[in-house]
């Protein structure tokens, strides 16, 4: 049997950039449940599907540009993380659960310090929280991510 040749730092990033590509549109294609979920349970019975919808798609243009953006970004370049490019994105949930009357909850001082724009506690602290799907193609990116920093470090002489 033939061996393959070792994977080089080019196949590599080549291969977190598609990993990237996957999880964005993974993510972009999760919004609107996420959205949905998230404005039906805080919302309660002031919940309006009609509303959601417009929400979402407000989430998404939001969200999505800085997103793709820390997820194309450079290993070596310190972008933020696709969480906290969500994390940011929730203005949109926050003003329709403001004007449907919900109240807010009561937060302790290290969210409110932590998160000060999101008042309702909707960002994700995980992946999953925006949809179980997407747990694993963000661990894979993340592994991935970190190999290709690995690399260059090793190939560069620095460990």
Do not use: K, Y
């Amino acid at each position: 049997m033939d061996a393959q040749p070792e994977a080089t730092l080019a196949d590599d990033e080549a291969q977190l950039a598609a990993f990237a590509l996957d999880l964005g549109d993974r993510i972009e294609a999760a919004i609107p449940d996420w959205v949905e979920r998230s404005l039906r349970a805080r919302g309660g019975a002031a919940f309006d599907a009609v509303a959601a919808a417009g929400v979402a798609a407000a989430t998404a243009e939001e969200v999505m540009s800085p997103l793709r953006m820390v997820l194309a970004a450079d290993v070596d370049r310190a972008a933020g993380s696709p969480l906290a490019a969500l994390r940011t994105g929730v203005g949109p949930m926050t003003r329709c659960l403001d004007a449907w009357g919900v109240p807010r909850p009561m937060r302790d001082e290290f969210q409110q310090r932590r998160f000060p724009n999101d008042p309702f506690e909707l960002g994700p602290a995980a992946f999953s929280e925006v949809d179980p799907s997407l747990h694993e193609p963000g661990l894979v990116w993340g592994a991935a991510r970190a190999h290709v920093h690995l690399r260059r470090r090793r190939e560069a002489g620095g460990g």
